[in-house]
């Protein structure tokens, strides 16, 4: 319907505010940038505003700057009106919207082969991603109710707070005992919001069900 429909698109249209801070305790943030460990695996493009990066199994924070390397298993975080573009070894990009936690979890790469494994986290917020195609590719963006997997497209995903009220059926649904033990953990807390652009095809799943064809300039 045409109210569902501008709810599902508000996701992405307006800053939410997290139930918790999204930089958890205990990690100081730390003055200038100190790179991580590893490999790198991308570079910050454009940076607006306070964008903090914490590196994999460390307990301190660091300010993203424009030219910033990117480290595998980095957690990222967007302040109040700020905003982050990336590009990645993988041919792929990424924008970070205001009030968002993304974590690079894995990228492997082969530029020869033309060959990707990637996977993200979006925690929390929203990010719009550009994953050009590939021979071989696998790119997957996990959020804590969903998976989504795509091969090469354009799309946007939002991880907002379930402000909408149950439906009537609903209720009557979340009432059934394996409804209730599958949602016990989070049911009505976040909703995982995806739109595809004009030439995208993605596979959604969420936390029960089989993986559900998105379809191309469709939002699920």
């Known amino acids: 319907s045409a109210s569902l429909l501008d709810n599902l698109m508000d996701n992405f249209g307006r800053e939410y505010k997290p139930a918790e801070p999204l930089i958890p305790q205990g990690i100081k943030v730390m003055p200038g940038f100190k790179e991580g460990e590893g490999k790198v695996i991308g570079n910050a493009q454009m940076v607006q505003g306070n964008v903090l990066v914490i590196h994999k199994d460390q307990n301190e924070a660091y300010t993203i700057k424009n030219g910033h390397p990117l480290f595998m298993g980095d957690t990222l975080i967007s302040g109040e009106r700020s905003r982050l573009n990336a590009k990645m070894a993988d041919k792929s990009l990424f924008s970070l919207a205001p009030g968002s936690k993304l974590v690079l979890d894995q990228q492997e790469y082969d530029a020869g082969k033309e060959e990707r494994a990637s996977t993200v986290s979006l925690l929390f917020g929203r990010a719009r991603f550009i994953v050009t195609k590939l021979k071989k590719s696998k790119y997957q963006v996990r959020t804590p109710t969903a998976v989504l997997g795509v091969r090469g497209s354009d799309f946007a995903l939002a991880v907002t707070p ?48 089989a993986t559900q064809v998105v379809g191309p300039a469709s939002i699920c």
């Open 162 to 209: 379930n402000e909408n009220k149950l439906s009537f059926l609903e209720r009557i649904l979340a009432s059934f005992h394996l409804m209730r033990k599958a949602h016990a953990a989070g049911f009505g807390i976040l909703l995982t919001t995806v739109v595809t652009g004009p030439g995208t095809t993605a596979g959604f799943a969420g936390m029960i069900g």
